[in-house]
């Protein structure tokens, strides 16, 4: 299987950056990062199409762009909610 970085889009939902703050992956539990990136690759994945990836592959591919600093968790202070954006 060929390895693809999935393009991160800054909060396309609502049309702006995200307001908020960066959290270190490493300081998310493991089961609550698993489940934001989860979340994440069933919301923002259809571009790609099916590519025959699995959900954990895709949950793989995300973590490894967050440790390669490709990508990072937002915390958005206005709606209050998490996301991960591409790093800039």
């Known amino acids: 299987m060929d390895e693809r970085d999935i393009e991160i889009h800054y909060d396309e939902h609502h049309g702006r950056p995200e307001n908020g703050?960066?959290?270190?992956?490493?300081r998310?539990?493991?089961d609550t990062l698993r489940s934001l990136?989860?979340?994440f690759v069933t919301r923002e994945w259809e571009d790609l199409g099916d590519a025959g990836y699995t959900l954990d592959d895709k949950i793989a591919q995300v973590l490894r762009q967050l440790q390669e600093k490709k990508a990072m968790v937002v915390f958005d202070l206005t709606l209050q909610t998490a996301n991960i954006?591409?790093?800039r």
């Open 21 to 26: 703050v960066e959290i270190s992956f490493e």
């Open 28 to 30: 998310i539990n493991p």
């Open 37 to 39: 990136i989860s979340e």
């Open 85 to 87: 954006v591409v790093s």
